[in-house]
Nanobody
């Protein structure tokens, strides 16, 4: 079974930082795109950040550009999200996702088939 387990969520004050991690088991992340999504109360799920399997390209939602950094370690089968300068609008459940199919080393567009259970991030004002 493929499993994605997020960790690192919690409660922080506005302006603070958190680092989320996602451990993937049952699947090698080689050639697969990984991403972070989030869903805030009353809102639909949105894409936060994407990273190509080589790590050479990343994509960020406009709302998090300059504040969040996505990274991956293919040897450890993990993807991370460093979140700085958090604000209450970042409050959401954060999910990591991985494509089933492999893509080109620089591709940041794919279909996500595997999802984690989510980790709660709450930012107080």
């Amino acid at each position: 079974q493929v499993q994605l387990v997020e960790s690192g969520g919690g409660l922080v004050q506005a302006g603070g930082s958190l680092r989320l991690s996602c451990a993937v088991s049952g699947l090698s992340v080689r050639a697969r795109i990984m991403a972070w999504f989030r869903q805030a109360p009353g809102k639909e799920r949105e894409l936060v950040a994407v990273i190509s399997w080589s790590g050479s390209r990343t994509v960020y939602a406009d709302s998090v550009k300059g504040r969040f950094t996505i990274s991956r370690d293919n040897d450890k089968n993990t993807v991370n999200l460093q979140m700085n300068s958090l604000n209450p609008e970042d409050t959401a459940i954060y999910f990591c996702a991985v494509t089933r199919l492999g893509y080109g080393s620089d591709s940041v567009a794919g279909t996500y088939d595997y999802w984690g259970q989510g980790t709660q991030v709450t930012v107080s004002s």
